[in-house]
């Protein structure tokens, strides 16, 4: 088995239910993607999300199955919805939440017992760039945020360097393909099929920058925030990844 092409719009705190029209364009754009195709909306929209078809993913779940957790979705709420997915460790939530490894790790187990899918989550600061310590923070981030249950089919991890995310800056092909290339060698180090670990490219892509950065050795797809918010920007996305080599 080879990774899983995979194209996922992650909406953030964006769109109500008229946005639900985008995705009946993108689907009538795109009847057969030719790549897996995951949208990430706000949760109220996950129900209504999941009936047009299309694979639904939460952005975060809670740890705990249950429980007096105000505020919070529990991972098999989120299935119960229809979601197949949930992106866990989001620098937005790590920054805004203060999110830990740990924590991400206890959030994907819950994820996993519950059927879904952990999109997880690494990504280092600009400063941590500067510092030339990417690679250790990614590692680090890899090593205890991904937790010993991950196979190739119930998790996917993302590289979303926080300094690229929603900016229109990317780091440079040589910087992504490092990181991929050392996200790849350790889950297959770590895990039997971590060869087929699906792994994602994140930060400011657009339908302009898409097809050169799938062409990177060790990218599977993209997490896309804004560009997947119109079906005019996010087709275009799907199509390079369908039409990518790798
Ligand atoms: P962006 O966001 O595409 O808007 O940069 C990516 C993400 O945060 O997942």
Request: a negative charge; aromatic letters at 2%.
């Amino acid at each position: 088995m080879a990774p899983r092409k995979l194209a996922a719009g992650n909406w953030k705190m964006n769109g109500t239910l008229a946005s639900l029209a985008e995705v009946d364009r993108l689907l009538a754009d795109h009847p057969q993607p030719g790549c897996d195709l995951l949208i990430c909306p706000p949760a109220t929209l996950i129900h209504a999300m999941a009936a047009k078809g299309i694979a639904t993913g939460g952005q975060d779940c809670h740890a705990n199955a249950s429980g007096a957790h105000t505020g919070d979705i529990a991972a098999a709420q989120l299935r119960d919805a229809g979601a197949s997915h949930v992106i866990l460790g989001h620098s937005e939530r790590r920054t805004d939440h203060g999110e830990t490894d740990d924590q991400v790790r206890a959030k994907a187990i819950a994820a996993h017992e519950a059927g879904l899918v952990a999109v997880i989550c690494l990504g280092e600061t600009e400063a941590q760039r500067d510092a030339d310590q990417t690679l250790d923070v990614i590692a680090g981030q890899l090593a205890a945020s991904v937790p010993d249950c991950a196979t190739a089919a119930n998790t996917v991890v993302a590289y979303e360097p926080v300094w690229a995310i929603g900016t229109g800056r990317t780091p440079t092909n040589d910087q992504i393909a490092e990181v991929h290339a050392l996200m790849r060698d350790r889950l297959a180090a770590r895990f039997a099929d971590g060869a087929d670990v699906s792994l994602l490219y994140g930060g400011s892509v657009k339908p302009g920058n898409a097809a050169e950065i799938f062409a990177i050795p060790h990218v599977d797809g993209a997490l896309v925030g804004g560009a997947s918010l119109k079906a005019g920007d996010f087709g275009p996305i799907v199509a390079a990844l369908a039409a990518s080599g790798g």
